[in-house]
């Protein structure tokens, strides 16, 4: 009682407050304003568009192929130790999981759960797809991937199911928890196994990024098994998939593949400021405000947030700042100056796969006019072939996914969850090149640029893009995400290296052999600066870290309290 009289009275002192606060935010906008006032006008580009137009990049780089890829493969076959299902999995025990986000994160939590029930010695029910996220799909597992063949592929290692069985003429009722995020084997063992063996059937909710980054060996095979050979999509989808592919092949022998992600809703949130003045700061202040009134209410939490809001705003104030952290996006011109310096000409095609873009044609037209073989799969296929598919965000998204997959080149502006899946994927099938941006030190390079030549500029971009253009040994092994740098299935081939150690240096100048596990091309090469991500394996939710506290890599920092704008945020 008294503690509900003290809360009350809280809430009523803070309800007074809230005049103030709002007071105080007002005349720190009317103060930002004045000062952007008097910001200096954006660089003008011209310049150096004029300047690339007479010359692509020079590079002895082959622009299609990782060097020394040849000698590494995937390898996610299990240890002989590895013991089948049917000897580790106990009656009566069900696992089933929810998934979250769109459709990249959750992959990461079909690929996890079927680790977790492996974990449990438990069967796995066919997981239950993510239907009322920010990216609303009501598409259910089997009509996004071939759910028998999930089935099967993975029959050795863990019994799938699709529905919960019958017990004694009634289904079993699912008891529903979450687990923290990054769980270890450990913490499986001690928070679930229990609940499991009482209740025999357990439904994990949420189930994204909820197993530990590291596992023992065998366990992250298993993870590669489901990520890149269980998890295949329909027919539908593949088929619709591959005549995008082919359509793009038809049209040159090679081509690039960009997710570029640069909506309004994301700009507005990661605090960046791209030079547009007080319409641009306007548009995403007012795009802030929009996404706070759309889930008011007057709770504690919500005047924590608007706090948390407001320092925030203090910080975009500083919005160079964002952008020398390494935290913004590359703009669409950006991305194509980048590209043109490391040598792929005005002639390259180049798929585009984005959502919207902030401020549409004017943003995309400087790519346009870099790169002139400018296609999206709204331009390659038919309304009526996407038809299908247009209306489920998941399949839209797939489609994307396979084309960007089989590119020559992959090439992001972001660090979603599709950028790191991709990066990974394309790692095990043959270090296929990915190039992503390090955007730390590129965002300097661009803010000079006017100031130098073309040669110069150029070849300060390929500097910078060491070490992050896919290559093999790029990142230490365990550095990252598992999904983004699955280093336990990626293996050496002993004989190709052995020719390659006895014979003569003819794989490429400057290698040199003796120096292993780590980027071996250059000595200057930038590591990526990807986080450890189970150091400190506090298992704390990011959430609980607090708003806009940008300690993880690129906008990963960026979450707030409000699960939809995460999920924007992050996939
Ligand atoms: C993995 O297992 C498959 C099927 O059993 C086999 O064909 C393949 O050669 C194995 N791969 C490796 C690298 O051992
Ligand atoms: C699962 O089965 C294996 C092999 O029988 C056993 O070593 C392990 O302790 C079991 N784990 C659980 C959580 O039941
Ligand atoms: C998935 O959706 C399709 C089409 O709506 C439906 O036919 C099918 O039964 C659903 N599957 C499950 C497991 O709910
Ligand atoms: C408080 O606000 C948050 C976010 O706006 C919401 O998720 C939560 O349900 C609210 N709590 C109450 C008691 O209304
Ligand atoms: C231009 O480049 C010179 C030499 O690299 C440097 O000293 C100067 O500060 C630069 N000026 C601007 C505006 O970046
Ligand atoms: C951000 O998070 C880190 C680690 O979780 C913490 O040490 C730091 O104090 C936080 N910073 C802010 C501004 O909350």
């Known amino acids: 009682m008294a503690s509900q009289r003290r809360r009350q009275q809280y809430h009523h002192r803070l309800q007074r407050l809230l005049p103030f606060i709002s007071a105080i935010s007002g005349a720190l906008l009317i103060l930002f304003a004045l000062l952007s006032f008097l910001a200096p006008p954006p660089v003008d580009s011209d310049h150096i568009r ?33 013991q089948r299902a049917e000897a580790i999995t106990h009656p009566n025990r069900y696992l089933a999981i929810a998934t979250s986000g769109g459709l990249n994160q959750q ?133 619709m998939g591959e005549k995008l592919v082919h359509r793009m092949r038809m049209e040159s022998k090679h081509y690039i593949a960009l997710h570029l992600r640069f909506e309004p809703d994301m700009l507005a949130f990661s605090g960046c400021y791209y030079g547009g003045g007080e319409k641009e700061r306007k548009e995403l202040a007012a795009i802030r405000r929009r996404w706070k009134t759309l889930h008011v209410r007057l709770n504690y939490s919500l005047i924590f947030s608007s706090i948390n809001l407001l320092f925030h705003v203090l910080e975009i104030s500083n919005p160079d700042k964002e952008r020398r952290h390494g935290k913004c996006p590359l703009t669409p011109e950006e991305v194509g100056l980048m590209l043109r310096a490391l040598g792929y000409g005005s002639d390259v095609h180049i798929y585009v796969a984005s959502g919207e873009v902030y401020g549409g044609e004017a943003t995309l037209a400087p790519l346009k006019t870099l790169f002139p073989n400018f296609y999206s ?71 000079s640029k006017s100031n130098m030549t073309w040669e110069e500029f150029a070849s300060r971009v390929r500097t910078f893009q060491r070490g992050f253009i896919g290559e093999p040994n790029e990142v230490r092994p365990g550095r990252g995400e598992f999904h983004e740098n699955p280093s336990s299935c990626i293996c050496e081939d002993s004989d190709a290296k052995a020719k390659r150690d006895s014979g003569p240096r003819k794989y490429g100048k400057g290698y040199n052999p003796t120096r292993k596990d780590v980027v071996i091309d250059d000595q200057n090469v930038d590591e990526p600066e990807w986080p450890d991500t189970d150091d400190g394996e506090d298992q704390k939710d990011p959430l609980e870290r607090g708003l806009f506290n940008g300690t993880g890599s690129d906008y990963d920092g960026v979450t707030s309290d409000d699960p939809e704008l995460e999920e924007l945020l992050s996939d």
Request: hydrophobic share 35%; proline share 3%.
């Open 50 to 82: 004029h300047l690339s137009s007479s010359g692509r990049g020079k590079s002895n780089r082959d622009l299609w192929s990782s060097r020394n890829s040849k000698f590494y493969y995937g390898c996610s076959n299990a240890s002989s130790k590895f």
């Open 107 to 239: 992959r990461t939590g079909i690929t996890d759960a079927v680790v977790a029930a492996r974990i449990l010695n438990a069967t796995l029910v066919v997981p239950k797809l993510d239907q009322k996220s920010f990216w609303k799909d009501s598409s259910n597992f089997s009509e996004i991937f071939d759910v028998d063949w999930f089935i099967s592929f993975l029959s050795n290692d863990v019994k799938i199911i699709k529905q919960l069985p019958m017990k004694g003429g009634k289904t079993w009722t699912l008891h529903t928890m979450r687990v923290p995020r990054k769980c270890s084997e450990r913490c499986y063992q001690s928070r679930v196994l229990p609940v499991l063996l009482k209740r025999h059937a357990v439904q994990l909710t949420k189930f994204d990024y909820r197993l530990a980054n590291k596992l023992g060996t065998d366990m992250q095979k298993l993870r590669c098994r489901v990520n890149y050979h269980a998890l295949r999509f329909t027919g539908p989808i593949l088929d």
């Open 377 to 447: 799969k709204e331009t390659i296929a038919t309304k009526e072939e996407l038809e299908p598919f247009s209306s489920f965000s998941s399949r839209m998204a797939a489609l994307d996914f396979i084309v960007c997959d089989e590119s020559d080149v992959f090439v992001t502006n972001n660090n979603g969850n599709m950028a790191k899946i991709l990066a990974g994927r394309r790692r095990y099938f043959g270090h296929k090149p990915t190039i992503r941006p390090n955007t730390k030190k590129l965002y300097r390079l661009f803010l």
